[in-house]
Each structure stands twice: as C-alpha cells, then as structure tokens.
C-alpha cells in the first residue's frame, strides 16, 4: 500500500530565507512520481513540482527544488527566497502506475512566511 | 488554455437532501478524479475515471454517492442523502490518460456545507 508521510503541520519562515517541507513515501512499486502542491487560502491546488523515481537528478521549477534521496524514500521540497505570497499549505503526494495510478496525499504542512 | 471547471462554488444543504456537482476538464484529458478535501485534511479520492469508464471507486461511499462520466469529457457527482460528515470540499482534477505518469490539474472546488 502506498503511503505519504507530512510530519510538520505548521511551519514558519522570515521573508527572503529558504525552507524545507518534510515529505516521506513508502511504496513497494518501483516506478513513482511525486508530487508537491500548493493550496492557497482560496482552496485550488496548485502543482509545483514533479520527481520521477527514475529521474537521477533532483528536480527544479524556479525557487522550487525537490531534494529526492530515493534509499531514504524521502522527496523534501526546498523553498529558496520564501514571499509573503508562499504562505499556503503544501501537499506532498505520490502516483504509482502499478497502484490504478492513484494519487496519495499527504495531510499537508501550512507554511507561513513572516515579513 | 482553459482550466478545470466546476460548478457551484458555494452549497449549503440540510442533511438528508440531495446535492449535485459538475466538472468540466481540461480538454483533452481523457483521466479525470473526483477528490473529497475534509478541513485540515489532504485531499482524498472518491473516483477516478478514465475516458467513460470508471478505473477506480473503491473509497466511494456507494450508498449515497454517485458519480458519472457520460461522453468521456463532463462529469458530475451527486451526494444523496446528504449528512453532516459530508461537510467538505469537492475537488475535481484531470490528467492525460494512458499509463504514464502526469501531473493532476485540479479545478477551484465546491465547497459544500451540510448543516
């Protein structure tokens, strides 16, 4: 059975500093994608990020960076240069096509960022 | 290119009555979800399906929920009757089918309130 793994409900960051958002998986299929997705206070899903368990480098989209340490099964998600606007909570999830190609969530960490 | 639609944002209802969602994906995507978001709580899918065809319903409460595909593009899913745990946020999402892996592109949600 797939499962994702959020061990940090809140986090806070100063504005212009960088934060990493926990995010662990486990799963007894060998090909995955991960996923992280921002959900503003408005309510849409927003996706940022995606790593392929095949992929051997670490995915980047702009600030976003996916630090994927496959052995630890982990897919943190780095923020560089937090905004005021980054506050949101942050959905890490994981899609494997062996398992109906569902996409699991993780229960999310709500990051605030401090001006 | 347009998003996935849904229609209402916003329901009140009192329990034991029925209610109804729509959702419009983004054309071309033959793979579309149906996600049941509780606060505080990642997003859980209900149904996935896959042009008409359901790939996926096994977390759907089949007693009182109902989803259909008709076409391969539209869907809506209906809630009857209604009760007070079934306070939460519809997201509907679609991806391209087949068997890779894509990311989710999720619709603005239906809030519904059963009081």
């Known amino acids: 059975a797939q499962k994702i793994t959020q061990t940090q409900p809140g986090m806070f960051v100063q504005e212009k500093e960088a934060v990493t958002l926990d995010c662990t998986y486990d799963?007894?299929?060998?090909?995955?994608?991960l996923f992280w997705y921002k959900q503003p206070s408005s309510g849409e899903m927003i996706f940022l990020i995606y790593?392929?368990?095949?992929?051997?480098q670490n995915a980047t989209e702009g600030r976003y960076s996916l630090n994927f340490q496959k052995a630890r099964k982990s897919a943190n998600l780095v923020i560089s240069a937090s905004q005021l606007g980054d506050s949101a909570m942050y959905f890490c999830a994981m899609r494997a096509p062996y398992n109906n190609n569902d996409m699991r969530f993780g229960a999310g960490t709500r990051l605030t960022v401090k001006p | 290119e347009a998003g996935v639609a849904q229609s209402p944002r916003y329901k009140i209802i009192e329990k034991r009555q029925s209610v109804a969602f729509w959702c419009n994906p983004i054309s071309g995507h033959a793979t579309l979800y149906w996600y049941q978001q509780i606060l505080g709580q990642g997003p859980k899918l209900l149904i996935q399906f896959q042009n008409n065809g359901v790939v996926d319903d096994s977390q759907l409460p089949k007693d009182r929920f109902s989803a259909e595909r008709l076409k391969g593009v539209d869907s809506t899913l209906k809630i009857q009757p209604a009760k007070l745990e079934d306070s939460a946020v519809y997201l509907c999402a679609s991806s391209l089918g087949g068997t890779g892996i894509y990311e989710q592109y999720f619709g603005p949600g239906t809030r519904l309130t059963v009081t």
């Open positions: 790593q392929g368990s095949y992929d051997q």
């Open positions: 799963t007894s299929d060998p090909s995955y994608g």
